[in-house]
């Protein structure tokens, strides 16, 4: 059974550090990986989606990478700022299950100092 | 550009009380899912549908069901709600047409059962 695992489960920064947060997936048989910021009390914002044969994405201060076959992916966030503080989730879209269900992790909760 | 919509942000419902949750989607998707999601536990799958009339059930079913009459509105309906369901609900839609599909997320439902 596929397991995500994020580490740290939370991290403090100040403001404009570039930090890193780590995800990993126990099964590499995957279609996808995608990553979310929640705000408290709020759904889930999309932020990357990595397919499978991709190595990275980039999305302004955002860059994600994704190894496979080690099971593994980080989310680079460079020059950190307080609007940045949130909850990081990662997830992957695994192949056969659930159609398109996506199995996540339980999180990185990020605070960034000014 | 509102894409995954919830009918309420917060809800409080009575011990007993039969209890719906909306969920309409624009991207005219195949695949809608209902989570929930608990301090410590995490994202936790409850049912997803693939298509209309279509349903399967997650990790967690037991004390709900769902309808899905049209392809925009899936629905999620706590038959008799109790105290251990109240929680945050969220709803997700995805395309089952490319494997390379990202999901997309509702702004969530604090239910609270009193």
């Known amino acids: 059974k596929q397991e995500v695992t994020q580490i740290p489960a939370a991290l403090s920064v100040p403001e404009g550090e570039n930090l890193v947060l780590n995800c990993s997936f126990t099964d590499s048989a995957i279609y996808n990986l995608q990553w979310f910021r929640q705000d408290p009390g709020k759904g889930l914002t999309s932020l990357l989606l990595?397919?499978?044969?991709?190595r990275e994405q980039t999305s302004g201060r955002l860059n994600a990478s994704l190894d496979k076959s080690s099971g593994r992916s980080t989310l680079y966030i460079a020059a950190s700022q307080p609007g940045d503080s949130a909850t990081y989730l990662c997830?992957?879209?695994?192949?056969?299950?659930?159609?398109?269900?996506?199995?996540f992790g339980k999180g990185t909760k990020l605070s960034v100092k000014p | 550009d509102v894409k995954v919509t919830q009918s309420s942000r917060y809800l409080v419902k009575r011990t007993g009380e039969k209890v719906f949750l909306e969920c309409v989607q624009d991207?005219?998707?195949?695949?809608m899912f209902w989570y929930r999601q608990d301090p410590g536990l995490g994202l936790r799958l409850i049912y997803f549908s693939y298509d209309v009339k279509m349903k399967e059930k997650g990790d967690i079913p037991e004390g709900y069901s769902v309808s899905r009459e049209k392809k925009e509105r899936f629905s999620l309906i706590l038959e008799s709600a109790s105290t251990n369901q109240t929680s945050m609900y969220l709803c997700a839609s995805s395309s089952l047409r490319r494997e390379y599909t990202e999901a997309f997320f509702g702004q969530g439902t604090r239910l609270t059962v009193v």
């Open positions: 990595i397919q499978s044969s991709q």
């Open positions: 991207m005219d998707h195949e695949n």
């Open positions: 997830a992957v879209r695994e192949y056969g299950g659930s159609q398109g269900n996506l199995i």
